[in-house]
C-alpha cells in the first residue's frame, strides 16, 4: 500500500464510475475518538479503499491495517494489539436511502454527496478493536491460574444434571425432621 495521507473527504460517485481506488495513510491525529480508545498508535494504519459499481449500485470495499497500543484487562501494562479489517460499505445520500436498502448492506452517509473517509476508516478500526485486550499467555506479568480442572468442570455439568429442584429441598428441609 501507499504511503501517501488519505484525503479526508472523496466524491465516492465519482470515483465508482472509473472504478477508482484509494490506497494511503492515516495517522492517529487523524482520529480523534480512537485517540481516546487506545494508549498509543506508532505507525500510521494502512488503509485501502476500492470503489465499485455494479447492476447501478455503488459500493466501497476497504481493507485497514494497523497495531495500536491498548491496556491489558490481566496486569494493566501496555499490550501492541494487531489490528486487521476487510469491510465492504455502501455510500447513501440520506437516512431515507440507508433505511431503503438490503437488510445485509451496511451504509454510509454521505455529506453532501462526500464520502467522510477519516471517519470511516476510524469507525472500521475502532469496532475492530479486541473487547477484552490481554497480552498471550505466558507473557502477561499476571499469571493466569486455572480455578477449575476439566474433571471439576464435568463433574459440576453431571451434578447440574440431576434434579433441578434439589436446590429447593434442601431449602426446605426433610419433612420427616418435624419443621
Do not use: W
Not at 454510509?108 to 477484552?132: K, R, S, T
Amino acid at each position: 500500500m501507499s504511503d501517501s495521507p488519505l484525503p479526508e473527504r472523496v466524491d465516492p460517485l465519482r470515483l465508482a464510475n472509473r472504478d477508482g481506488t484509494l490506497q494511503g495513510v492515516l495517522g492517529l491525529d487523524s482520529m480523534p475518538r480512537l485517540r481516546e480508545a487506545v494508549r498509543a498508535m506508532d505507525r500510521p494504519a494502512h488503509v485501502g479503499l476500492r470503489f465499485v459499481r455494479e447492476y447501478g449500485r455503488m459500493r466501497v470495499e476497504g481493507e485497514v491495517r494497523a497495531q495500536v497500543e491498548l491496556l491489558c484487562q490481566r496486569c494493566l501494562q501496555p499490550v501492541s494489539c494487531d489490528v486487521a479489517t476487510t469491510f465492504q460499505v455502501v455510500p447513501a445520500a440520506d437516512m431515507d436511502a440507508a433505511c431503503a436498502l438490503e437488510a445485509d448492506a451496511e451504509p454510509v452517509l454521505l455529506d453532501n454527496g462526500l464520502l467522510a473517509v477519516h471517519a470511516l476508516v476510524e469507525e472500521e478500526i475502532l469496532l475492530a478493536l479486541p473487547a477484552v485486550p490481554v497480552h498471550g499467555d505466558g507473557t502477561c506479568a499476571v499469571r493466569s491460574s486455572r480455578e477449575f480442572t476439566t474433571g471439576e468442570v464435568e463433574a459440576a455439568r453431571k451434578e447440574e444434571r440431576g434434579n433441578p429442584f434439589a436446590v429447593l429441598g434442601r431449602l426446605k428441609g426433610d419433612p420427616g425432621d418435624g419443621d
